[in-house]
């Protein structure tokens, strides 16, 4: 995202991690920027200093009293332009949340004037700590921007939430926070994200569902978090860990997803309805399981229409509220804008999100393209790329409002 040549500072802690930072640096290198390396003692133990003194092209920082005459231990902090931690270990992520500076790391981050971005990894226990948790909660109050962790195999046989997140995931979310014209714009806004797809039961075993992963919505809600905003994700079956420090509502069918949203709406500035929700619910829901004998040879299902959602969210919205569509059409070219806005017209948002989905477009692919559109009709952006990059594009459109609450 920021091609600027920037002063970026990489922590590395000790977890075994640590190996995947020597790709962050990597990237940072490869994108022109000045890397310094901070690693600890622990972290030396998984990283050797001349592989990442190669990789940064410059001397690897370890010591808090090493070339003292340069007052490093401040120096650095004060010239970055963002400071990456990664991996962050539970141990370094309770030092940062305490203020506490034992090391050359821990000077730098309490010295620095720009972002700080942290990539935890550690075990699952470790993450699900309430101590962990609660200087998590901590940083991110403070506008620290927290990377992950992602779920996965963990050191060992052991697997689940913990892992570190991929290196060009970290890379990106450090590029983001530094964007000057993004970061921090969305302070004391509240945001209402629903993500993934609706089921529909048909019998205790099965369901009618879509191909939704939610990957899209928690794009959203991590750059809304990271540019400040309070999130709170009404999540239907997603594929993806939602970001950590987002208040997450766990529904399944249309229906309570449309009483999670309804019944909250009212306490948010903004509400993005990105989930992929059911048109249609089975009429009668067997509460046993629907046995093959029972058909002969051909299965009629009765469905009835679902609510809404959106539309009733357009009907009941506040003063100053801001209320976003999205389209899924399979529709391409000037046939996909006309079906848009249409659906712009018919549903009364204030913005529609149009994406194109096909068998291989659209679900579950890490990259996404859209076009926002004005209520009044008005194309506002087209963005391909990341859903990350894409989120940013969305929220900025929402962010340059006219509708926008003071
Ligand atoms: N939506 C909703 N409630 C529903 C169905 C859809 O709130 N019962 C929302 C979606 O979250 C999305 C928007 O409406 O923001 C458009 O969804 P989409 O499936 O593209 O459109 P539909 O209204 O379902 O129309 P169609 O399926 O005929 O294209």
Sequence with gaps: MSRTPLRIVVG?????????????????????????????????QFVGRPTLEAISRNPVHVGL???????????????????????????TLAQISSGLAPDLLGNTVLARRGPLVVAPAMHTEMWDNPATQSNIATLISRGVIVVGPGVGQLTGSDSGVGRMSEPEDIVEATYASVS??????????????????????????RFIGNRSSGKQ???????????????TLVASHLEVEPPTGVQVLSVSTAAQMQEAVLSSAHDFDIV??????????????????????????????????????????VQTKSSGQIIVGFAAETASGSELLELAQEKLKRKGCDYLVVNQVGWDQGFATESN?????????????????????????????????PFQNA
């Design 12 to 44: 590395i802690t000790g977890g075994i991690a640590a190996y995947k930072a020597v790709s962050v640096v990597r990237e940072f290198v490869k994108d022109g920027h000045h890397v310094d390396v901070i690693a600890t003692e622990a972290a030396l």
């Design 65 to 91: 009293y090493d070339d003292v005459a340069q007052v490093r231990h401040v120096a650095l902090g004060q010239q970055a332009d963002v400071i990456v931690i990664a991996p962050a270990t539970a141990n």
């Design 180 to 205: 000057s014209d993004v970061y921090r714009d969305l302070v004391g806004k509240r945001i209402l994200i629903t993500g993934g797809g609706t089921r529909e039961p048909l019998d205790p075993v």
């Design 217 to 231: 919505a928690v794009a959203l809600a991590q750059r809304a978090l990271a540019r400040g905003a309070e999130v």
């Design 272 to 313: 993005i309805m990105a989930a992929a929700v059911s048109d249609y619910r089975v009429d009668a829901v067997s509460s046993t399981k629907i046995k093959k004998s029972e058909s002969e040879g051909r299965l009629h299902i009765s469905l009835v229409e679902n609510t809404d959602i959106l539309r009733e969210l």
């Design 369 to 401: 393209a859209v076009t926002v559109i004005a209520s009044g009709g008005d194309i506002l952006n087209t963005a391909n790329g990341t859903k990350l990059s894409v989120a940013d594009t969305i929220l900025d459109c929402i962010t340059s409002s």
